[in-house]
């Protein structure tokens, strides 16, 4: 699914360029790929995963697709994927390093936090610290082996 100048498509077959930030798409009748405009494009869904587009800076993040992981009255949440080609000289071979950067953002708020480490997130629920902090060893979670997954458990948890 694709919103695209306000008009949602079904059944669209797209791709995520991360190093390009890019949303791609393949022509109805050729054998071509399209670069859908960013300027129309303002949310996408691939499989389970939904996209919405950043455009304006003033609330601390650069402009461009973000990944939803939670969405809720009072708190969202979002990754940021980007990958890197990194080149071998001496072994002539081309890498591709993948960079994941989470956010958080209250509805009350105007700007958007980075979380980087679990004491991050659970710095952001003070009163609630221990208690999630149990949670998360009871429940086998750590942001270190499952970032996304504790993020949505905390933020599943504190918006009950």
Known sequence: TVRFDGVDFQDVPLMYDLE?????????????????SRAFVSRFTIGADTFVQVKDESKGLVPGYYQQLFHAPTFSAYAKRSKTIQVSTTERARQYIEHVRFFLMRSDDTGFWTVGSQRALLNAFRPQKRE????????????????????VFVLNHVTE
Not at 20 to 36: G, M
Not at 134 to 149: D, K, M, T
């Open 20 to 36: 390009l930030n890019e949303l791609v798409t393949r022509h109805p009748e050729r054998p071509v790929n399209l670069i859908l």
């Open 132 to 151: 999630l902090r149990r949670l998360l060893n009871r429940h086998g979670l750590s942001f270190r082996h499952a970032p996304e997954q504790t993020i």
